[in-house]
């Protein structure tokens, strides 16, 4: 009769819409995604590549299966150390086309404040000189940003600084570590109104696993709060330092 016939008709209509959503969903699964290991030795090649041509020599990791380690971390660490490295490679990306130079200690700091859209310290900026070792942390001492005069120091490869935490990579004399976390304390508190001078000695800092395990003579030089754009609050810290390596 016509109502089974119009049955019939619905039925292979609605069929033929349920496979063909079928077959989309199929074709989604199979087109091969780009990991996040994938996305981050792309861009640390690159980094590196452009890190090179300026004079910069940074080590990258010459295994067949690059980030190994990396990519054993769970997706969201994974996603969050990519995107902190993205904001980095933007950063020294703008650097070198706005002042032809990725050295410029100021320059990209101030870069890397308003990246991160935290704001400084008045008196802060004119005390870095370029040939500081630059490092932005939070208030969980993560570390958010370093120049490049950081990366080129080392002697460990690119993906162990970036897969790393500082202290699986450097070791320094427990006085000094208990020192330098006193003024790191320091820097939140409220009797602190700015950029002050970091009050730990002089001292040698050891690579703990690298190829060549360096040892570095560091001085260490300011450190400055910074404070989040909207709350106002102190969030995080810039330190610079300088370091020579001695063996």
């Not at 690059?66 to 933007?90: G, L, M, T, W």
């Not at 400084?120 to 370029?130: A, G, K, T």
């Not at 040939?131 to 993560?142: A, R």
């Not at 450097?170 to 304390?185: G, H, M, Q, V």
Request: charged share 30%; glycine share 2%; net charge negative.
């Amino acid at each position: 009769c016509m109502i089974n016939e119009r049955y019939r008709t619905t039925c292979y209509n609605l069929g033929g819409h349920l496979k063909a959503i079928h077959e989309l969903f199929k074709e989604a699964n199979l087109k091969p995604q780009t990991s996040y290991r994938d996305k981050l030795a792309a861009l640390t090649s690159e980094f590196c590549r452009a890190a090179q041509e300026s004079g910069k020599k940074i080590i990258h990791s010459n295994s067949p299966h690059p980030f190994e380690r990396f990519s054993k971390f769970p997706v969201e660490k994974q996603k969050a150390i990519y995107e902190n490295f993205k904001i980095r490679y933007e950063i020294f990306q703008r650097l070198g086309e706005e002042t032809a130079s990725i050295h410029d200690g100021k320059q990209s700091s101030w870069f890397a404040l308003k990246e991160f859209s935290l704001v400084p310290s008045s008196d802060l900026i004119e005390q870095i000189n370029d040939t500081d070792i630059v490092e932005i942390y939070t208030k969980d001492l993560v570390q958010i940003f370093s120049n490049m005069n950081f990366w080129s120091l080392c002697s460990y490869t690119f993906e162990d600084l970036i897969t790393h935490e500082f202290y699986e990579l450097f070791r320094r004399p427990d006085a000094i570590t208990s020192k330098l976390l006193e003024d790191l304390k320091f820097v939140f508190e409220p009797e602190c109104e700015g950029t002050f001078q970091c009050k730990v000695p002089d001292h040698k800092v050891d690579e703990i696993f690298s190829p060549e395990q360096r040892t570095f003579q560091v001085s260490q030089g300011i450190i400055s709060p910074l404070y989040d754009r909207e709350t106002k609050e102190r969030v995080a810290f810039l330190a610079t330092l300088k370091a020579e390596i001695v063996n």
